[in-house]
């Protein structure tokens, strides 16, 4: 079965300085992995996506994130974090009926 | 384009009462999921639609819980009798396709609380 574990449920990092949040999943076959982002009062938005092309994706707001089939994980970066990056971030694998399976959320702080 | 949409954002009901909440998707995506988290939880699927059919109500927690989706176009969520352990946020996400490489998009959710 599909699965994705987020291995902080908090980062609180300086503005300007890098941001990671740690994804691992678990799949039987080459799996569908997401970042999604929602911000107070928003909904769920897409960051990027992966889907067994390129392992380093590209996202938006200067995120990417790289998949490692080594380690089975897909942690999500930016190099430089700003304000508004504040907000819960969310790694997502797609289950075997197309379902999206969360994990439980990385709340990340940024300080001024 | 407009986005996912879902109505209402805020809605208290009382243990025992009824609520609907109301997703409409994105104009043209004949699949429609439905999400929810609980209070602590990870946000968990309950069920998807491919046009006005149930494609898989496999994660619906029990039979309080009714989505239908007629015409194919906007899908209700009922809760009836709520309880209190329906707390918790409900999503709504659509997609064009179902196959893995297209995206999902979610709406801002409603925030349902029991009392």
């Known amino acids: 079965a599909q699965s994705v574990t987020q291995l902080d449920s908090h980062v609180s990092v300086s503005e300007g300085t890098p941001v990671l949040l740690r994804c691992n999943y678990s799949?039987?076959?080459?799996?569908?992995l997401f970042w999604y982002v929602q911000h107070p009062n928003k909904g769920l938005q897409l960051l990027l996506k992966y889907t067994s092309a390129a392992t380093l994706v590209k996202g938006i707001n200067g995120f990417e994130a790289e998949f490692k089939k080594s380690e089975t994980s897909f942690h999500l970066t930016k190099p430089s974090a700003h304000m508004s990056d504040a907000a819960e971030y969310f790694c997502v694998v797609r289950g075997n009926n197309n379902d999206m399976r969360f994990g439980a959320g990385t709340r990340l702080t940024v300080k001024p | 384009e407009a986005g996912v949409t879902q109505f209402p954002s805020h809605s208290v009901i009382e243990k025992g009462q009824t609520v609907t909440l109301r997703c409409d998707p994105i104009?043209?995506?004949?699949?429609l999921y439905w999400y929810r988290r609980v209070m602590g939880k990870e946000i968990k699927f309950l069920l998807h639609?491919?046009?006005?059919?149930?494609?898989?109500e496999s994660g619906m927690p029990n039979n309080r819980f009714l989505a239908e989706r007629t015409g194919g176009t906007y899908s209700t969520l009922k809760v009836q009798p709520a309880e209190l352990e329906d707390s918790g946020v409900y999503f709504c996400?659509?997609?064009?396709?179902?196959?893995?490489?297209?995206?999902?998009?979610f709406g801002p959710g409603t925030r349902l609380t029991v009392l």
């Open positions: 799949s039987s076959y080459s799996p569908s």
């Open positions: 104009s043209g995506h004949d699949n």
């Open positions: 996400a659509s997609s064009q396709e179902w196959l893995a490489t297209y995206t999902q998009y």
């Open positions: 639609f491919v046009k006005e059919s149930k494609q898989d």
